[in-house]
């Protein structure tokens, strides 16, 4: 792994150490019957069950608690209108200050609900004629704000490895690596924690098939952007990758499998069914490239992330039902 | 703690040994959400996550592990439409005998292709002219099976207390233990195991409305019998508890709280939302009566056991719609 890179394993360990007794340990699911299907042993971590529902939680804070005392003071922003949003509202609240979030109108309510649930103010635009950067930016100047972003900063990728850190503590070598690739945070951190913990671990990365900005950016050798994705992956809806994310995962990926959104929906009834499990559409592609056979040549040990279970019992039925 | 019981803490603790890397160690959940609602600190066991999805397993397997070379040869039978015959043949499995599952020809085409999909034997009977009981012993008798009974034996019970020996070994000191009441099984084991361990803790049953049998019986001081119960919670519709469960139920439990269906639905949509977690109608009902604040003056560190999981997706939103 080359040393140079701008996140370290010893800044995952870092991270570790500053969200202990914070963000949740999650637990590792096994299941004979998932082993049986995939023809490996699959460790499942479940970041669907950290706090506020997915694995955002893990940078935000780690982000947010290296702020100096008058920046926390000032109070922290983000712009977002998935699982990030909640997380910098939590990040604001366990360290003691105020989170401005800036959604837009159409957001479901839900999500609204459970961002203001955790004490942040909401700012809402209308996304089809506002600029949500131009905006964040803007009343994060005028209020004197930090902006914590959802993976394009060292201390958010850093934060987000912990979670593939943990899962090879608890249960030692894998010879592989599955996770979802939204914006590339995760599974940025997740590379630079695992291949540093285990030099000869295979890191591979799943996109949605509408969605595959990463997977074509790394065949061309540099950042590409694609048509805003259509899929039911929401959280996976990226049309072109970080800058930074992407000068991690060019060097350390191992390949980027694409899933249908037909295979991530089996996927959720997989979970739901067998592993009693609720996962959204992007938290559930790792598995869905697993259960779909997309991995080539599959190794014995197999480490998965599901990477957010945010989703409303209606939403889950009419996707299912797609 | 009587010490004459026909269980005790040590028959527990023995089942656990028994069980050791047959039986997942659950998870304990926690969320503040949750404590928020119910305003005390809630440990939650996952039983929806054991093997075969729910504690069932626990004790068919200590029961079936007892056997002797001789009957284990000879294969072990059960009579059960629900989560018992999937733990009765994944029990015979593990321990490389046949199980012959006597199941209602109408029981859920899921629920026999699990049974069978574990390699049991499957017999279907009518359920509006037979009798299960008479057709399980009269298999029995004629090929030499040994029946595992659902919750009527000291080895089923002892396995079933595993659950709460394990949540107690993990998180130390309750005030309270909230547990599902069907047959009576799990909660004769839990209260074994916890006032074993904590001899001041208070273990609370939870019944659905309709089939409040041992509820009636507690109060009566001896076994009553009702209707049989209409109600979504079909793991807990019994209509009179088991003689042994009860004479141990009598002794140990400190009462026993009701829950409607609807507060059992609104329990099974928390758990998917917020806990991000699948159980079915029965496994709900310990959370339910949480959340409807249902027990009276509630202590501060609470355990409750969410019992099983195994619902599928179509049936769980039709619960929920229902």
């Known amino acids: 792994m080359p040393e140079t890179l701008p996140v370290t394993l010893r800044d995952v360990q870092d991270a570790a150490a500053r969200i202990k007794g914070v963000a949740h340990r999650t637990p590792v699911l096994r299941s004979r019957t998932l082993d049986e299907r995939v023809g490996a042993q699959v460790f499942v971590k479940c970041e669907n069950l950290q706090r506020v529902g997915a694995f955002k939680f893990r940078g935000a804070y780690n982000a947010a608690s290296r702020l100096t005392a008058e920046q926390l003071a000032k109070g922290i922003a983000a712009y977002s209108s998935g699982n990030h949003a909640q997380a910098v509202a939590l990040a604001a609240r366990e360290l003691g200050t105020t989170a401005v979030i800036v959604m837009p109108e159409d957001t479901p309510r839900s999500k609204l609900e459970a961002t203001a649930g955790y004490g942040a103010e909401i700012v809402t635009y209308d996304r089809y004629t506002g600029d949500r950067e131009a905006i964040g930016q803007a009343l994060a100047a005028e209020r004197g704000l930090t902006l914590v972003p959802p993976y394009e900063h060292p201390h958010v990728i850093a934060g987000q490895g912990t979670a593939a850190l943990e899962l090879i503590e608890e249960v030692g070598e894998l010879d592989a690596l599955v996770v979802p690739v939204g ?29 595959d900005d990463t997977r074509r950016s790394l065949e061309a050798g540099r950042r590409v952007s694609i048509p805003v994705p259509r899929t039911i992956a929401d959280g996976q809806a990226a049309d072109i990758p970080g800058e930074l994310t992407f ?5 350390l ?3 980027i499998s694409l899933v249908s959104d037909d295979q991530i929906r089996d996927a959720m009834r997989f979970a739901f069914e ?3 499990t609720v996962v959204e559409p992007s938290g559930a592609s790792a598995l869905a490239a697993l259960l779909a056979h997309r991995i080539d040549s599959l190794p014995r040990r197999i480490g998965i992330i599901l990477s957010g279970g945010n989703i409303s019992a209606e939403r889950f039925t009419e996707i299912l039902n797609g």
């Open 183 to 211: 914006g590339g945070g995760l599974i940025a951190g997740s590379a630079t924690a695992a291949k540093g913990m285990l030099p000869g671990i295979r890191v591979v990365g799943v996109e949605p098939e509408a969605g």
């Open 247 to 251: 000068s991690i995962n060019r060097c």
């Open 253 to 255: 990926l191992d390949g």
């Open 274 to 276: 067998r592993l009693k």
